[in-house]
């Protein structure tokens, strides 16, 4: 058990490191989309996660040549470092619930969807939720580049194309959510969700150790020398989804910046209101009504293609998780718009009638 403490501390050490960073490296101030739910005032955040995750990609990658740490470490206390990821959830989960006043619900409901809706830290210079994405992010890319080292370092004559597509399909994934970290302040994380179990050990364990789960699978395997026009469609179906999500995302983010704006140069904002408010039910929000969950899906499906072995059945859980997590969530987000804009919602049902893949559902 000795020789596992290291692999299951490094999500502890890394985790405190990202915070760290955070808190210390210059960011740009960003005021948001969400309110301060005693003064109403809207939230501003200190953004610097490209920034803390180009500093910790560097310290691995010096300390990958330098022959501090073998550059297949995180793949071989993968199981350790999967156990302190899992605990460290449960631990900071229990803290941040635990330490703030019950909203009056159980405790158990509490404890996985939390009480605290953006809970600050060292004087507001660090938002809990963007810093847990930040390290959700950077953890991932470091447990990619790992697994995928130990891929080369095993089959250095062969090594599988497909692993090389994955990482670098992945390493675009994650390097653009933190370019447009600013635009996800506008999303439901951000402003429907509480600090709980639900976001925490999501951050901490989920995110960085279950998103790569192809590479679990593939990494231990020789090359399956797939047809090349299989690594084409992956690439292709992802960046077809990447292209819904990231642009479904962008043009409401500038709708609400900027409502007359045209999107893209074609996309000309349109709008129901009903005299103080706008739902938009354009462009990419005139497919279905969350456009962005079907690019999030066919990211995802790129992704389990990309290793060029369709038939494992490890890559393809990441796409099926996709399906779970935002199947209920689009119900839960019409319930949640359905209160709040009442008749106007009805409207912009009945202008944009699917749910999230246009003609299917």
Request: aromatic share 16%; hydrophobic share 50%.
């Amino acid at each position: 058990m000795t020789g596992d403490l290291p692999g299951f501390f490094a999500p502890w050490l890394a985790s405190a490191l990202v915070l760290v960073l955070s808190a210390l490296l210059p960011a740009r101030r960003v005021t948001g989309y969400v309110r301060d739910e005693r003064s109403g005032q809207l939230l501003e955040y200190r953004m610097n996660g490209p920034l803390v995750f180009v500093v910790t990609i560097g310290l691995w990658l010096l300390a990958g040549y330098s022959g501090v740490m073998p550059w297949d470490w995180l793949w071989t206390h993968r199981w350790s470092g999967t156990a302190g990821a899992l605990a460290l959830g449960i631990v900071v989960s229990a803290a941040v619930v635990m330490t703030a006043p019950s909203r009056g619900g159980s405790l158990l409901k509490e404890l996985y969807l939390g009480r605290y809706a953006n809970p600050r830290m060292f004087g507001g210079r660090v938002d809990a939720k963007m810093v847990l994405y930040v390290f959700g992010a950077t953890y991932l890319e470091l447990n990619l580049l790992s697994f995928a080292a130990h891929h080369f370092l095993s089959f250095r004559e062969d090594p599988s194309p497909g692993v090389v597509l994955y990482v670098a399909l992945f390493t675009w994934f994650v390097c653009d959510y933190l370019v447009f970290e600013r635009v996800h302040l506008y999303t439901y994380d951000l402003f429907a969700e509480r600090i709980g179990f639900k976001l925490v050990w999501g951050c901490l364990f989920f995110y960085p150790y279950f998103y790569g789960v192809g590479l679990w699978a593939a990494a231990d395997l020789p090359n399956p020398h797939a047809p090349v026009w299989l690594l084409v469609l992956a690439t292709l179906v992802f960046f077809a989804g990447w292209s819904l999500a990231r642009g479904a995302n962008m043009q409401k983010f500038h709708f609400k910046l900027n409502p007359e704006r045209t999107f893209l140069g074609r996309f000309r904002p349109e709008a129901i209101s009903d005299g103080e408010r706008r739902l938009l039910c354009s462009g990419f929000w005139r497919v279905s009504r969350h456009v962005n969950y079907l690019g999030e899906i066919l990211m995802a499906t790129g992704l389990a293609l990309s290793l060029g072995q369709p038939a494992l059945v490890a890559p393809w859980l990441y796409p099926l998780y996709y399906v779970l997590l935002l199947v209920p969530r689009e119900r839960d987000d019409d319930r949640r718009c359905g209160a709040k804009y009442g008749p106007l919602w009805d409207e912009y049902r009945r202008r944009v009638p699917w749910r999230i893949v246009p003609r299917v559902y």
